[in-house]
């Protein structure tokens, strides 16, 4: 397949996140794929959404990126949070749009949270020793120290409204009636480690609701946060996904 055939990898990343964590993706798959990777409104460098913090708000902001990219042909890659943004943009049939991928997705039901830790989230916002156990939570696998660093600065520039409106709304929204709207392959990435939503979450909440012969693949012996657990694995995942994608 030549480099032109490629379609652009739209990145979504993950609440607490930010654009930069899929550097090692990008960077496994090489430069024959074309990638964009921005920051979703109120975490890393992004200004809240116009819209507000709803899933569907995001969904327009990474709509009207699209637009003011100029992408005609992509893939949206979205993990966590960034997967349920994904689902929702995807169930619109975007005009582009050749697949999904989603990485550890927060499912479109309510995502599997107690009270108790919602109420611990919220607290934990802005605290660098909470930040460092989220680190430890979510990943599996060593990272080096400047990756380290990375990931626990992005917890704690997160906006609080961003942060907040997440926990209390987005991670609670239920999308799953429109999921029957999305019309183009997918495809479901998860860890066997991960602390925060099990392979099993994916497969009742999720994969059912996708179409046919969407896959589970599960990536041994990484957490929740795939992009930095498990790049190469990822891209090679990513790389076989859309090989199969039929051209247009």
Not at 15 to 27: D, E, F, K, P, T
Not at 123 to 135: H, L, S
Not at 194 to 223: C, K, N, R, W
Request: proline content about 9%; hydrophobic content about 40%.
């Amino acid at each position: 397949m030549a480099s032109s055939n490629f379609p652009t990898l739209l990145y979504l990343h993950y609440w607490a996140g930010a654009g930069h964590a899929w550097q090692g993706v990008a960077s496994a798959l090489g430069p024959n794929y074309p990638s964009l990777a921005p920051d979703l409104g109120g975490f890393g460098g992004a200004p809240a959404p116009a819209g507000g913090y709803s899933v569907d708000a995001y969904a327009d902001s990474v709509a009207a990126y699209i637009h003011d990219k100029q992408l005609t042909r992509y893939v949206l890659v979205g993990h966590s949070m960034g997967g349920k943004i994904a689902l929702a943009l995807a169930a619109r049939q975007p005009a582009g749009l050749m697949g999904v991928a989603l990485l550890s997705p927060s499912p479109p039901t309510a995502e599997p949270m107690t009270e108790q830790d919602r109420q611990d989230s919220l607290k934990a916002y802005g605290k660098p020793d909470q930040a460092e156990k989220t680190f430890q939570t979510i990943t599996t696998r060593p990272q080096p120290p400047a990756i380290k660093e990375q990931i626990i600065n992005d917890n704690l520039r997160s906006s609080k409204g961003a942060w907040d409106a997440w926990l209390l709304h987005g991670s609670r929204e239920n999308i799953a009636a429109r999921l029957c709207d999305i019309q183009v392959p997918c495809a479901i990435l998860a860890g066997d480690q991960d602390q925060i939503m099990s392979p099993s979450v994916h497969g009742l909440e999720t994969l059912p609701l996708l179409p046919d012969d969407t896959p589970l693949e599960i990536i041994g012996g990484a957490g929740h946060l795939l992009p930095y657990d498990a790049p190469e694995e990822v891209a090679a995942l990513l790389h076989d996904f859309i090989s199969r994608l039929p051209l247009r």
